[in-house]
């Protein structure tokens, strides 16, 4: 034995040490322990609402607010109670290259689709009861049919507020066989209603645990990892390190809520997507943002807007960095479904082609990402953790 043996001992005991530490506030920090309570909207004075919560989960469920009777939110939302996507989407609809987003842990971010262009969860609900792919129906038809059906939800949430109960009062009041035009404003204040409390319904679902919150509790706990949850936790390691997927899709619901090019392959109907930048120039006067009429905020307190980022080497062919929790169900990745499986997900990062999206702008790449080289096995973990969420 030398002399210098007992301190390198030490430095090896502190250094583990120091791992074991590290190891336990990145189990916290990723997993569902880390997760904050939902953040208030203030542009929407009914997203806590018990009776607004009430009616946004019948809305959800229901069929008949549709064009055709067969389609609702939880067409596409909603397999075994998990609030995942389900992508039997119907042929033929418009959107049908656009995959279906989560709607897990969707209250924690403040711009909506895959191009961030709705700002509220409240206007993004507006989107597809009014997409011909979708629920097809027109704002006085979709306001008729919940006045007509839910007569006793929505007195019960307009008598909180005298406003709507006057709007309430001039729909219902409406003769659509007289010659008087129809209330306009009336009937944009109830549709924003309907989206109001599919938004504080939304907002009201817990985050489900995972099979990766078991492994982050047991490594907290310092339970030993059975073999597959090993798996897991390497592969949580690669994300977190060689791969750098964290650098976007980050925390406990893995996304920075953020928008960013990752050079992904394009559909040749669509050709070049703009993405994020696309929707920019709009992103301050939609009808129904937070700025406007039907919004609750103040327009100070419309700091998501007031601060948005406009750059075009930002934003160009960016999309938003989608949540992971749950992805395992999906059956098409990327904003256009470009890949139908995880492994084609994880060799795109590993390549890191530039690509349509991550197109040259006065010489630079828009593209963020970089080549990693990753061995069979690690792509292996990252793809264990990946099914793990
Ligand atoms: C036909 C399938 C379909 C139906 C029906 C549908 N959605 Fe979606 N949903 C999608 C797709 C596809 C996207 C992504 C669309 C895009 O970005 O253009 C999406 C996006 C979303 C998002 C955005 C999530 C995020 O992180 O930005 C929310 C929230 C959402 N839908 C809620 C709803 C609600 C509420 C309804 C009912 C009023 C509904 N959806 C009806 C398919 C559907
Ligand atoms: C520079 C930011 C960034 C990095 C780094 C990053 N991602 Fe992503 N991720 C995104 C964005 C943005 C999208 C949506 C891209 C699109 O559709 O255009 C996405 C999409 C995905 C999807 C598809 C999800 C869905 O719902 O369709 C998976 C899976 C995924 N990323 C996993 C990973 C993994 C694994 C890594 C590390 C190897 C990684 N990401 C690194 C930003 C990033």
């Known amino acids: 034995m030398n002399g210098l043996s ?22 916290k920090y990723f997993s ?54 389900n992508e039997s989407i119907p042929a033929g609809s418009p959107r049908a290259f656009r995959s279906v987003m989560q709607i897990t842990g969707v209250a924690y971010n403040r711009f909506f689709f895959w191009d961030g262009r709705a700002d509220s969860l409240w206007a993004q609900a507006l989107g597809p009861i009014q997409n011909p792919g979708e629920h ?24 909180t507020s005298a406003k709507y109960e006057g709007y309430l009062k001039r729909v219902k009041n409406w003769n659509e066989s007289s ?24 907002t009201s679902l817990p985050v489900q645990p995972s099979l990766w919150d078991n492994v982050a509790r047991a490594k907290i706990k310092g339970t030993p990892l059975d073999k597959a949850q090993e798996k897991i936790w390497k592969g949580f390691r690669i994300f977190t390190g060689k791969a750098r997927c964290s650098s976007c899709h980050d925390g406990p619901l893995f996304t920075d809520f953020s928008f960013h090019n990752t050079a992904m392959p394009t559909r040749p109907e669509l050709g070049i997507e ?35 980022n406009q750059s075009i080497d930002e934003n160009f062919g960016s999309f938003k960095t989608p949540t992971l929790r749950n992805v395992r169900t999906k059956t098409h990745f990327g904003h256009a479904s470009q890949f139908s499986s995880l492994q084609q997900m994880i060799d795109h990062y590993d390549t890191a082609p530039v690509g349509v999206h991550g197109r040259m702008l006065n010489t630079r790449t828009l593209s963020e990402l970089k080549p990693i080289g990753l061995s069979s096995s690690e792509k292996e973990s990252l793809l264990e953790f990946l ?3």
């Open 6 to 27: 007992p301190l390198f001992v030490c430095l090896g005991l502190l250094f583990s040490a120091m791992t074991d530490a590290n190891d336990i506030e990145d189990a």
């Open 32 to 85: 569902i322990m880390g997760l904050q309570s939902t953040p208030d909207d203030p542009s929407n004075a009914f997203q806590r609402d018990p009776d607004a919560i009430d009616l946004g989960r019948k809305l959800f469920f229901d069929r008949g607010m549709s064009a055709s009777k067969e389609i609702a939110c939880s067409t596409c939302h909603f397999t075994n109670n998990q609030y995942i996507a």
């Open 136 to 159: 097809n129906l027109d704002r006085l038809s979709a306001v008729q049919y919940v006045v007509r059906n839910y007569a006793a939800e929505l007195n019960k949430i307009s008598s």
């Open 179 to 202: 010659n008087d035009d129809p209330p306009t404003t009336s009937i944009n204040f109830l549709f924003s209603l309907m989206g109001k409390s599919l938004a504080a319904f939304q």
């Open 274 to 308: 703009a993405g994020r930048y696309e929707v920019l120039p709009q992103i301050k006067s939609n009808e129904f943002g937070c700025y406007s009429l039907y919004s609750d905020a103040s327009k100070d307190e419309c700091r998501h807007l007031k601060y948005v």
């Open 387 to 389: 099914k793990a969420l």
